[in-house]
């Protein structure tokens, strides 16, 4: 599809991005368990060493980072994306730029400041901050959706709004990679 054809497509609605969001976490999990326990069984097991708890999370960080950005790159679309037909573009219909890309990623992750901060000042246990995680990814930060009034049409996210991006569904039977 031209960039062209890209920008006029629909935004996905609601459900379609939870159901999105729902099947990239499941991604997600194989790729973090592959990133986390293959150089942590090395160190335990080789060094009897493990990473203090903000490395790890630093790491991960990173490697979703490269997971997310080399995809945007590449076709617009994740795994997840790719199955749920929705595609993130640029505001003139292009695939995204790696430095766009990059900010896309940070914005989308804000939402986990809110998360440590309520952690912090609540004393969550382990499950308890895990729910907490899921809920806020899976429903609260798509609901973001609804606060865009200046294209109310389009219902951008607020990542997609400070990167200056888009998610649009594509029709069923079109070509999902670029």
């Given amino acids: 599809m031209t960039p062209a054809q890209l920008n006029a497509l629909p935004s996905p609605q609601f459900w379609r991005r939870v159901s999105c969001v729902l ?10 368990a592959l990133a986390f326990l293959v150089p942590n069984l090395a160190l335990g097991i080789l060094f009897g060493l493990a990473l203090p708890g903000w490395l790890t999370f630093l790491y991960l960080y990173g ?18 994306m790719q199955t749920w037909r929705v595609r993130i573009i640029s505001q003139h219909g ?7 890309a990059f900010w896309r990623y940070v914005y ?7 998360c440590i901060l309520l952690q912090a000042l609540l004393q969550l246990q382990k499950w308890q901050i895990i729910e907490m995680l899921f809920t806020v990814a899976l429903f609260i930060w798509p609901l973001s959706t609804y606060l865009d009034r200046v294209h109310p049409l389009q219902r951008q996210s607020l990542p997609d709004r400070f990167a200056g991006t888009r998610l649009v569904e594509l029709p069923k039977g079109a070509v999902t990679l670029s």
């Fill in 23 to 32: 099947y990239e976490q499941l991604v997600l999990l194989g790729v973090i």
């Fill in 63 to 80: 490697v979703l980072g490269i997971y997310f950005i080399w995809y945007w790159t590449k076709s617009g679309q994740t795994l997840a």
């Fill in 94 to 100: 292009y695939t995204l730029a790696r430095r766009q």
């Fill in 108 to 114: 989308g992750s804000l939402w986990i400041l809110p």
